[in-house]
């Protein structure tokens, strides 16, 4: 019978690494963060100050801040302008909070820039979410239809859309947590001792995207290997 890659086959190994390199990087990033909620910062400001205080000095004044509902739901929205924190956030005066606001803020500066990256990923949206929602009724079409080779081919390309959007991903997290560890420290909003501490924040918050573009890694090769080669595959 035709080789289906939603039965129990080795290449479901792929699938659990990367569903297990996902699971270990959440619970560091949750971990370190937990640690650092504890350092509450010498300065006594909150997340919420040093945020405004990091958009007022790059002339972005202009960016509402908001509250949100949530833990770590904190994001900047380019759209409305506006950058989000969330609850566990916002009125913290954590050395773990304070990173984490500096780093939305960062965001909030490379839209100021006219980042390349963060632009090309806000372009790579709907077609991401496009490349989600008809890759895998395309690959089930061309399966069902005798392993139609085109359609398949067609599938696994939408699905890979995905990676490519968390590749993008990674340059942006990067550099918005490098401008917030820069202005922090500019600015003097935390001490010597805490700015590596924000900086382990930041870093264990990186490992979840590093993460993600890995897992989805290997469910693009895992289709690859099923459906690879042009030829039809048999158990």
């Excluded at 929205?77 to 939305?104: M, P, Y």
């Excluded at 599938?155 to 859309?161: H, N």
């Amino acid at each position: 019978m035709p080789f289906f890659p939603f039965y129990w086959d080795p290449t479901m190994i792929l699938i659990i690494i990367g569903m297990i390199i996902s699971g270990f990087a959440s619970m560091y990033v949750q971990s370190t963060y937990s640690k650092y909620s504890n350092v509450k910062s010498k300065r006594g400001y909150t997340a919420s100050d040093v945020c405004r205080e990091i958009l007022n000095a790059a002339q972005l004044k202009n960016v509402r801040l908001e509250g949100i509902r949530g833990n770590l739901t904190d994001h900047y929205n380019a759209q409305d302008n506006v950058l989000r924190l969330s609850d566990t956030t916002r009125n913290s005066t954590s050395v773990a909070a304070i990173g984490v606001a500096a780093h939305e803020a960062g965001h909030a500066m490379q839209d100021r820039d006219n980042y390349g990256p963060l632009r090309l990923r806000a372009a790579l949206v709907p077609v991401t979410n496009f490349g989600q929602t008809a890759a895998f009724p395309i690959l089930f079409l061309g399966f069902f239809m005798g392993y139609q080779q085109t359609l398949i081919n067609i599938g696994i390309l939408l699905f890979s859309l995905t990676l490519l959007f968390q590749l993008v991903t990674l340059p942006v997290e990067f550099d918005a947590s490098k401008r917030a560890i820069r202005i922090l420290e500019e600015q003097n909003l935390l001490t010597n001792e805490e700015l590596p501490q924000a900086k382990k924040v930041l870093n264990a918050a990186a490992l979840t995207y590093i993460a993600a573009a890995i897992a989805s890694f290997l469910s693009v090769l895992r289709l690859f290997l099923i459906f690879g080669g042009g030829g039809r595959r048999r158990r």
